[in-house]
């Protein structure tokens, strides 16, 4: 077999679009919000379009700076999107999440790409901004879910302690769901490429290993740090929710 890469026709690619057309359709009569099913897909389409000539320009670029730049909007955009469950106190905690993220992902990333991958040179774009994206992807999840139910937990004045431990478990459970499931369930998106685009599931098989052990680790690692951070301010609001029936 010859290690190639398909190339979708954009003809082809339409008809990709024929199954999501059924499902508007059906949203559509039966009255539900089929418009919003229609924006998120057009956004899909345009924010990609977009990603993909913006990559193939960073790539072409080979700038440390501008893939510094990227990584940097990368922390800052996941650590206001991680709080968008809280989001009344969403001010309050951006520090403290944006702080958590930038440990628990920065070091992953630093770990995989400088001692694992030996990039050469260390910013190598094509292999950094796509494993820093499923690196922080995997940090703002987990920080959003551990930010969500420490705030439930607080506000039905369970102890901080007791309450952070239930946050850390919650955050956890998708990434250690998708440890379970690998390879029984899905072969996930890193596999999966390399595989059709012609790479032994050998080879395949160890990136694969290398990306869900780096996206455990740096959404425990960030999810820690953030519960860790946010405790003088939980502390606050338990005191402020006991103090107001009397």
């Not at 339409?14 to 099913?37: E, M, R, T």
């Not at 924010?47 to 990584?71: E, T």
């Not at 999440?97 to 770990?111: E, K």
Request: hydrophobic letters at 55%.
């Amino acid at each position: 077999m010859k290690n190639l890469v398909l190339i979708i026709p954009v003809f082809n690619l339409a008809l990709a679009f024929v199954p999501v057309l059924i499902v508007v359709g059906i949203l559509y009569k039966w009255s539900l919000d089929f418009g919003n099913a229609l924006y998120a897909v057009s956004r899909m389409l345009v924010q990609l379009l977009l990603v993909g000539y913006f990559l193939a320009y960073i790539f072409k670029s080979d700038s440390a700076w501008i893939v510094i730049s990227v990584l940097a909007v990368m922390v800052v955009a996941s650590s206001w999107i991680a709080l968008r469950t809280v989001n009344d106190k969403r001010r309050k905690l951006f520090t403290k999440a944006l702080c958590a993220i930038t440990i628990g992902g920065g070091t992953t990333l630093l770990l995989i790409t400088q001692v694992v991958l030996d990039f050469q040179p260390w910013y190598w774009p094509r292999y950094m901004i796509p494993l820093a994206g499923m690196i922080f992807a995997g940090a703002m999840n987990s920080v959003s879910l551990a930010s969500e139910r420490l705030d439930a937990e607080i506000e039905r004045n369970v102890h901080f302690n007791k309450a952070r431990s239930t946050a850390l478990k919650a955050s956890l459970i998708p990434i250690t769901n998708s440890l379970f499931a690998v390879g029984l369930v899905s072969l996930p998106g890193m596999m999966t490429g390399q595989v059709l685009s012609g790479v032994s599931p050998l080879i395949a098989a160890r990136y694969q290993i290398m990306v869900m052990c780096m996206i455990f680790s740096a959404a425990g690692i960030s999810s820690a740090c953030f519960l860790s951070l946010v405790k003088p301010h939980a502390k606050d609001f338990m005191l402020n929710e006991r103090q107001e029936p009397a």
